[in-house]
Every structure is written in structure tokens, then in C-alpha cells.
């Protein structure tokens, strides 16, 4: 999407996640994405809190790097999405092997999803971060059953290995908390912050 980048106040996403670009579509305000190519090591003894604040809020401030003169009228928004399991993060798997072995450890019990938002505004260089944890409860399943859904491939570029907007969908019995947190983007603290960036979602 093209702005007249000095009178159009609109988002910058900081993302390559389609799902993301996908949910914020769906509050109609001006955006345009910019992938970010932030650094995501974090220390051990940090925790999911920590990690996803952070992670979101270099995201952002990688974009804002590349952008500052271009776009005054630009709030950047960055998002970072893990998986936590008995205080353990689960990432991306990074092959279907680890997916098989990240499905078997989060079936028949409940873990958290924690998805973080940061937004900062180009003009004046503010900043504010907020996360969301939400509780999602799996299903046991069969050794057949993880084996089949890690050979489709949907879980490979998603925290925890599965897709809860797609066939990841049957294992999970219920959640509590907000669900497009889990799919990558908190759309009720997202236009929150916004409003409070200037972008307002509902005129
Ligand atoms: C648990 C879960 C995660 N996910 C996704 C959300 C995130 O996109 C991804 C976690 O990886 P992230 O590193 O948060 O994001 P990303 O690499 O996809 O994109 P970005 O460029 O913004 O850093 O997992 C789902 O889509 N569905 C789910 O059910």
C-alpha cells in the first residue's frame, strides 16, 4: 500500500507473518508491512513475559532504523509470538522432527501462548509494549495423530508447532483468553493501543 508518507497517519507493520498482516487487515485502517530482520536470542533466565516484549519491541525498532525520515506520520508495530509449556519456550520447530516432538509434549494438557505488541511512533520516537497470555488446552493424541499433522507442514513456521486457525484446530479443546493473541496478533490490545497512538479503529 502506497501513503503520501508525510500526511497520512497509518501503521507500519514490522512483520513477514502473513497471519498477522491478515488480522490487522481486519481493523480497515491504512497499513502498509515491512518485514524485520531483528535479532531473536534472548538470555536463559528471561522470562515469557521478558522474551516477548522484547522480541516485539526490536522487531519495531529494527523497521523504525530504515524508516525514521521517510514516514513521520508512521506508528510501527511489531509482534512476537511463543509458547510456553512448564516455564519452557517453545519456538518454531525447525524441522518436522521437532514439531512431532513439541505436539507430543503440549497433547492432553494446557500450556500458554503469549503474544506481545509494541508501537512506536516515528515523530517522536515513543514507545509502549503490552502482552497477552492466553490458556490453550490440547487433547490427548495418538503417536498417528502428531506424526500426520507434522507431515502436513502446518506447524513449521508456528510457536508450539501447530496452527490453531487451521487443522491444528481439532487438538484444541478449549482456550481461555484472546484467541487471535494465540494466531499472532491481539486485535482487542492492538486497536487499544493504537487509539492511544492516534489511530483510531472506530471513528
Ligand atoms: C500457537 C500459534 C502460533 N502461530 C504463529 C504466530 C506467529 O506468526 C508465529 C510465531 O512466530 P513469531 O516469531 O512470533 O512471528 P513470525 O516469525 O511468524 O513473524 P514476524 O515477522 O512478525 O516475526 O506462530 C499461529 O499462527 N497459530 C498458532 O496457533
Same mark, same amino acid.
Given at each position: ?34 518485514? /524485520?530482520?531483528?535479532? @531473536? ?10 522474551? =516477548? ?13 530504515? %524508516?525514521?525520515?521517510? /514516514? ?26 521437532? &514439531?512431532? %516432538? ?27 509494549? @503490552? ?16 506424526? &500426520? ?5 502446518? +506447524? ?10 487451521? %487443522?491444528?484446530?481439532?487438538? =484444541?479443546? /478449549? ?7 494465540? =494466531? +499472532? ?19
Amino acid at each position: 500500500m502506497e501513503f503520501a508518507a508525510s500526511s497520512t497517519r497509518h501503521v507500519v507493520l514490522a512483520s513477514t507473518s502473513p497471519r498477522r498482516r491478515e488480522l490487522l487487515a481486519t481493523l480497515h485502517i491504512p497499513f502498509e508491512v515491512m518485514p /524485520s530482520d531483528a535479532d @531473536e536470542t534472548t538470555p536463559d533466565h528471561w522470562t515469557p513475559e521478558q522474551i =516477548v516484549m522484547e522480541l516485539a519491541l526490536r522487531k519495531a525498532k529494527a523497521v523504525l532504523a530504515t %524508516l525514521e525520515s521517510a /514516514s513521520p506520520q508512521a506508528v510501527i508495530m511489531g509482534s512476537d509470538t511463543i509458547v510456553v509449556l512448564d516455564g519452557q519456550v517453545l519456538g518454531k520447530p525447525k524441522d518436522e522432527e521437532e &514439531a512431532a %516432538l513439541m505436539l507430543r509434549s503440549l497433547q492432553g494438557r494446557s500450556h500458554h501462548v503469549y503474544t506481545a505488541v509494541a508501537c512506536i511512533d516515528v515523530a517522536t520516537g515513543r514507545s509502549e509494549v @503490552e502482552y497477552r497470555s492466553t490458556l490453550v488446552t490440547m487433547k490427548a493424541l495418538t503417536e498417528e495423530e502428531i506424526i &500426520a499433522y507434522a507431515k502436513t507442514g502446518e +506447524g513449521l513456521d508456528k510457536a508450539g508447532a501447530y496452527a490453531i486457525q487451521g %487443522l491444528g484446530a481439532i487438538f =484444541v479443546t /478449549s482456550i481461555e483468553g484472546c484467541y487471535f493473541s494465540v =494466531v +499472532g496478533l491481539p486485535l482487542s490490545l492492538a486497536s487499544e493501543m493504537l487509539g492511544r497512538f492516534g489511530i483510531r479503529v472506530l471513528k
